[in-house]
């Protein structure tokens, strides 16, 4: 018995292999392009440009200007970046909790868009969603939330720094980022080969069922929905391209995951660490939460419309 759960294990391993070394390439090097521009970003200094210029819509939705840069920061980079910035800012816990909300909705854009339109999705759509999202929420949270609206911020100086020390720190992060991905994508291809070929997906199906319900999403994407809101959006989308690639889900399915984990995914690292500069747990969560599933039901009403559509077109 054991012998012949070794040799299903082996041969589930072999047959996604391939696929999860395509997968890691194709990731590694988009991350590590996407990277190499937002460097020359830093080094020229247009994200700092970039944020001046947004930092007036801000005062709409209770953050001070200076809190677009940490923002913006975090739009084009990750949420690592935009928490360095958050550090150095004076605000109250309302404002901190704010713009964590839409940092989480809206952070690594390129990179993160970029993996969803491989599973089937539109990137311009993903980053509007994303986008929009973030500040409509911002906008709503100002008005729901108790407490006293922040009026300032610490004002930030930025340094320019010399190109060397720049590329010498982008190449040690990128090298250690590269690493971290490859193991991780790796095996969570090899997890998932092995939960599939012993139906153990198929019970997380059936246990998650209740919550995809509620969420608008079909249960055979529950796998992916944990990995996106445990390991974040680029290991779930790693998987996801598999998934969709073998037809164990539909491109229609992708999509409806895809308008949910685009503002609610990495839930336990990110929210986790936003926390630890001030942000409140249950606004970052439930707020994400509610918004996606809007945004899910929204997709499937215009699925459904769009088939009934092309099932009344004469042949």
Request: charged share 15%; with cysteine; aromatic share 8%.
């Amino acid at each position: 018995m054991n012998k012949e759960l070794r040799e299903r294990a082996i041969r589930a391993i072999r047959e996604i292999f391939p696929k999860a070394v395509k997968t890691s390439i194709w990731l590694i090097k988009i991350t590590v392009s996407i990277s190499a521009a937002i460097l020359l970003l830093r080094y020229f200094n247009i994200l700092p440009w970039f944020s001046e210029l947004i930092s007036p819509v801000f005062n709409y939705i209770g953050l001070p200007g200076e809190a677009s840069l940490a923002f913006v920061t975090g739009y084009f980079v990750n949420v690592y970046s935009a928490i360095a910035v958050m550090a150095t800012l004076e605000m109250n816990t309302r404002a901190i909790t704010i713009l964590s909300v839409m940092v989480l909705c809206a952070h690594n854009i390129i990179t993160e868009s970029a993996i969803q339109k491989k599973t089937g999705s539109s990137a311009i759509r993903i980053v509007l969603t994303r986008t929009i999202s973030a500040f409509a929420l911002g906008f709503l949270l100002n008005l729901v939330m108790p407490g006293v609206v922040s009026k300032g911020a610490a004002a930030m100086v930025q340094e320019k720094m010399d190109l060397l020390p720049m590329l010498n720190e982008w190449l040690v992060s990128t090298g250690r980022l590269v690493l971290k991905m490859t193991l991780l994508i790796m095996s969570l291809s090899v997890l998932q080969a092995i939960l599939s070929e012993f139906g153990i997906i198929r019970w997380l199906s059936k246990l998650l069922r209740p919550l995809m319900t509620i969420f608008g999403l079909p249960a055979k994407t529950s796998f992916l929905w944990i990995i996106a809101n445990v390991l974040g959006l680029a290991y779930g989308g790693a998987i996801m391209m598999e998934e969709v690639d073998t037809g164990k889900i539909t491109k229609d399915d992708a999509k409806l995951l895809n308008q949910h984990i685009g503002i609610s995914h990495s839930n336990l690292e990110d929210v986790i660490l936003l926390y630890s500069v001030g942000g409140l747990v249950i606004w970052m969560l439930f707020s994400r939460w509610l918004f996606s599933i809007l945004l899910v039901w929204e997709m499937r009403l215009e699925l459904a419309i769009r088939k009934k559509f092309v099932t009344l077109q004469p042949n």
